[in-house]
């Protein structure tokens, strides 16, 4: 006997997805996916490249504001596991904003050199936070220039380029001590004459670079000649403004990573750096600074890839690298209405931003609740969007009619026929289960589905056959239009008619009516019994009213119904009772047809009046 | 449409009430319930949109709508209803009728009482009973009547057990909304384009008067009656179609007016201003239809500012003899003179908008993009 395992267990994917918070980002990029996707027909040259930098922008404001709110509740959070959770949720978001930022500037805003640099200058600004607490915190002392970090925030402001702010600083330093003003003064100098390139400057690269080269020279004269040599931190601030490696690197826990130790190098180093260079510099950067002691991260490879521009592999690295696909459909979607990405076939045919879209939208029909935003990404899915969409779509639980209507409306906007006509076939079996006539019919007229209007027809007729009258009388009375549907249906609609005109005494009309539906051949042959019953009366009234062609083409129809009946061999006493009655009838109608016809011959034949 | 705000919440909207004010307050409205649906847990949330201490320029109280309370609700919410200052009664898409009670002094909702079994197929006594999901619910205290896709009609007081009166196979498909005509007559639209009067003075289960459209049989969605003159309604179609209705005259409806791209899923009169109407729909727009008659005479509707989508305005039946000084503007049918004017109020489309209330100046909805947008400054 093989023991057999007691347990069941429930798998799901995409665990992050059911997050509270990280579905107000699911929510918030869906718009701007749209949006872009629709804005991008539109655009050529210019005002194309700034409309997509917004998009980018506005993804990265989502990306802050969802990584704003769950600091919130790592904060509040009540138990330290969660609160953990949180956290590393905040630093997840933190990376990916930081290389989708990196790209931005890399590859949608496409900066030249010079405003190179100053991008990535605010970049670094941007990630590195601790530069503001530690500001409020010396500045709210007392005796700023005596703080312990007071050195600490001047090397900061000045590693990140703040050299205005680092100015200032040193004022507060030089009314402090008026030994050291004299240097203070004149560091202070070199900072204000930095050349940097400005936005509203027209000066050219190449003056630029003569400036700054010429800057360079004079903060090399002053280390020469010791200028700051009584003060250590001025001097090795000196340093760093001259871009010595040694120095920059002994204030990696300042740095505190590598890429900000790349950018303030090339900021004193190379301020000019063209793009097509940086990958030299961020190697380097990242082997100085790491100095053999520890191996790159995921990040850093990817910040690395980013660095030479080597987008395939920055995708692939961050789809490694992270447990959702948000984050690479939608960098991928970004970059790939940038005319970036090759279409680089994949097994099925369809390139990587498809993929990757494919994937993410799979992803969301997973959930309960989001898998609306799904058939919106499906939508921009070129090759394998429709199919997927129909495979999805139909495989949504509906427990409400207000969800199937939804379900169907999204299916009738893109023509999917298919899968309308088998969610509506569903529902219609539902209704019919569950009696209801009414809505069982409303299913099958939004499908144009003839065969299950024909069934529902037949039930109610079945019903009448039993019980000898109608239920939902409201709904056969008021068919309206719908009749059409269905032939079954229409002579359903008629025969309620034939009953109004019965009741309102228009017997003539009536009786045509009634003979139209015989002789059309759109009553179902079982009902033929019934109908000529119906007859009945209208044959035994006073005057007369079927005509003589009319009993004709009744007793035609009576002749054929008999005519078929099969002879039946042995039966118990039930049956044979039944045949009885069904023997009686014909009787009954045999004879009243025939008076019918004498009656009718005879009013025919006489002349008016005589 | 300015000063709209928008806030995403994490769940979808099915429906949003503003709390009614108390009679005679010269207050806004301040607080608001909405239900989400479709999740695996949904909430009846209540929130606030009073002041929090943010002046503006013009100073008055800005800012986004926070949360108050909320609390678990079984099932998707299908409709919401205010029944009074403090309670709150929900449609179930299990069948549940649920009052719940917020006590505002520990800001909590609970439970208040419950009828489970409102809405089913099969009876809870057979053996495959089976619950249907209740889809509209009307409350006049303390009565409250439920409708659902069994279609059932169930009167309910508050704090009776079991339901005053109940309807069975009122309809042979579903109801899906119901509203007070006058305090004993109800009226339900169904999904076979039908408009059915009831009377609970009568004894009977038959309506006292079924009121369609010629044409097609578009199932209709929504219903409100005009707060004034209770024998005008308007209903809202599968097709996105707005027909106002005379329940006085005959059994067609006034006029036809073509307006949203797909289902129309609510639609309000303005409680005290009736010549406004707000109808909000799947195609992920919400529309503000202004038929006041102190608009100066416009020669055609296109140029009109705001968002204005094409309208088209079919008259069906001669509404000539009645007396201009009582005619309400919606049943005036001269399509000449082209009154209404539409303005689209939403920023941008989004995905469904499920439902809109409206309350003096402020009107607030929610959609299936998880957003729910207030805006405080209707009539500037």
């Not at chain 1, 997805?17 to 050529?44: A, C, M, P, W």
């Not at chain 1, 229409?490 to 009741?503: A, D, N, P």
């Not at chain 2, 949203?260 to 303005?270: D, G, I, L, P, Y």
Request: aromatic share 8%; net charge negative; with cysteine.
């Amino acid at each position: 006997m093989v023991p057999s395992c007691p347990f069941i267990y429930i798998i799901r994917k995409d665990v992050d997805v059911y997050s509270q918070i990280l579905r107000k980002l699911f929510n918030e990029s869906h718009g701007i996916f749209l949006g872009l996707q629709r804005i991008d027909e539109e655009l050529t040259g210019k005002s194309r490249k700034s409309q997509l930098v917004r998009v980018s922008k506005n993804y990265r404001s989502v990306i802050r504001a969802c990584m704003e709110e769950m600091h919130q509740v790592a904060i509040a959070a009540k138990d330290p596991a969660s609160g953990r959770q949180f956290s590393s949720q905040v630093s997840i978001l933190s990376a990916m904003e930081l290389i989708w930022n990196l790209c931005e500037i890399l590859f949608i805003e496409v900066a030249p050199a010079g405003h190179l640099l100053l991008h990535l200058l605010d970049w670094v600004r941007l990630h590195v936070c601790e530069v503001d607490s530690l500001s409020a915190d010396v500045l709210g002392s007392e005796n700023p220039s005596n703080h312990g970090s007071f050195w600490n925030l001047v090397t900061i402001l000045v590693l990140q380029g703040r050299l205005d702010e680092a100015r200032q600083m040193l004022s507060k330093e030089a009314d402090a001590s008026p030994a050291s003003a004299g240097i203070c003064r004149i560091m202070g100098d070199l900072m204000r004459t930095m050349p940097i390139l400005s936005p509203g400057n027209t000066q050219t690269l190449t003056e630029l670079e003569l400036k700054w080269q010429h800057w360079h020279e004079e903060c090399e004269r002053y280390l020469q000649d010791s200028t700051f040599a009584t003060n250590p931190h001025l001097e090795s601030l000196l340093k760093i403004m001259l871009g010595d490696e040694a120095a920059l690197l002994e204030q990696k826990e300042l740095l505190s990573n590598w890429y900000h130790f790349l950018v303030t190098r090339l900021l004193y180093s190379n301020p000019t750096v063209k793009p097509i260079d940086l990958h030299y510099y961020a190697q380097s950067s990242l082997d100085l600074f790491l100095g053999g002691e520890s191996s790159p991260e995921p990040l850093d490879n990817i910040l690395l890839a980013a660095f030479e521009f080597d987008i395939h592999q920055v995708i692939k690295e961050c789809s490694i690298a992270l447990s959702n696909w948000w984050f690479v459909a939608h960098l991928t979607d970004l970059l790939d209405h940038c005319k970036l990405l090759q279409s680089h076939n994949l097994y099925f045919g369809s390139n990587m931003r498809e993929f990757l879209l494919l994937e993410y939208a799979s992803g969301l029909f997973a959930h309960p609740s989001l898998w609306q935003l799904g058939v919106d990404y499906f939508d921009y899915c070129p090759k394998l969007g429709r199919v997927s969409l129909e495979l999805h779509i139909e495989r949504i639980p509906l427990n409400t009619e207000q969800k199937a209507l939804k379900v169907l409306r999204i299916c009738e906007q893109r023509q999917m026929t298919e899968q309308v006509r088998s969610i509506c076939k569903i529902l219609a079996m539902k209704a019919v289960r569950n009696n209801r006539l009414g809505s069982a019919l409303s299913w099958s007229i939004r499908a144009k589905d003839a065969a299950f209007a024909t069934l529902v027809s037949d039930r109610f007729l079945r019903d009448y056959c039993e019980r000898g009258c109608f239920s939902d009388l409201d709904l056969i009375d008021n068919l309206g239009p719908a009749m059409m549907l269905s032939d079954r249906l229409t002579f359903l609609g008629k025969y309620r008619e034939f009953h109004h005109m019965y009741g309102e005494k228009r017997f003539a009309d009536a009786a045509s009516l009634l003979l139209s539906l015989m002789t059309s051949r759109i009553a179902p042959r079982s009902f033929w019994m019934t109908l000529l019953t119906d007859a009945l009366p209208l044959l035994e009234q006073k005057q007369v009213i079927f005509s003589a062609e009319q009993t004709y083409e009744l007793m035609q129809c009576l002749e054929d119904l008999t005519s078929r009946r099969p002879v039946r061999g042995e039966s118990d006493i039930q049956q044979l009772q039944d045949e009885d009655i069904e023997t009686t009838k014909v009787e009954m109608l045999r004879l009243a047809l025939a008076r019918n016809l004498a009656r009718a011959i005879i009013r025919e034949g006489s002349l008016e009046g005589s | 449409m300015e000063e709209i705000y928008a806030k995403f919440v994490s769940q979808k909207i099915s429906k949003t009430r503003w709390r009614p004010l108390p009679p005679g307050s010269l207050q806004t409205a301040e607080t608001f319930a909405t239900g989400s649906w479709d999740n695996e847990e949904n909430y009846v949330s209540l929130w606030s949109i009073g002041d929090f201490g943010n002046l503006d320029s013009d100073g008055g109280f800005e800012g986004d709508h926070q949360l108050l309370c909320d609390i678990r609700h079984h099932g998707d919410v299908m409709d919401l209803q205010f029944f009074d200052q403090e309670r709150i009664v929900t449609a179930s898409s299990t069948g549940c009728v649920t009052v719940f009670l917020h006590h505002p002094n520990n800001q909590t909702l609970s439970v208040n009482q419950q009828w489970t079994t409102a809405h089913y197929h099969a009876g809870p006594g057979s053996p495959s009973y089976s619950s249907a999901p209740c889809t509209g619910v009307v409350c006049n205290n303390p009565e409250i009547v439920t409708v659902g896709e069994d279609g059932r009609i169930n009167l309910f007081r508050a704090d009776h057990k079991e339901a005053v009166r109940t309807i069975d196979n009122a309809d042979s498909s579903t109801l899906h909304a119901v509203t007070f005509l006058r305090t004993p007559e109800i009226l339900t639209v169904n999904s076979i384009g039908q408009l059915k009067i009831w009377d609970f003075r009568q004894q009977g289960n038959e309506p006292s008067q079924i009121l369609s459209l010629t044409g097609d049989r578009v199932p209709l969605h929504c219903v409100d009656r005009h707060p004034n003159q209770q024998h005008v309604v308007a209903t809202g179609g599968q097709d996105g179609m707005l027909s106002i209705w005379d329940v006085r005259q005959g059994t067609m409806p006034v006029s036809l007016l073509k307006a949203h791209e797909a289902e129309m899923w609510e639609v309000h009169f303005h409680p005290s201003n009736p010549d406004h109407l707000f109808t909000c729909s799947e195609d992920g727009s919400l529309w503000h239809w202004d038929a006041s008659t102190d608009v100066p005479e416009k020669s055609s509707l296109f140029h009109q500012g705001g968002r204005s989508s094409t309208f088209l305005s079919h008259s069906i039946s001669n509404q000539a003899n009645v007396h201009q000084s009582v005619i309400s503007s919606w049943l005036s049918t001269d399509p000449a003179k082209d009154r209404i004017e539409i303005t689209s109020l939403l920023p941008s489309r989004s995905l469904s908008v499920n439902s809109l209330d409206v309350l003096g100046p402020c009107l607030v909805c929610g959609t299936d993009a998880e957003a729910i947008y207030v805006t405080r400054h209707l009539f500037s």
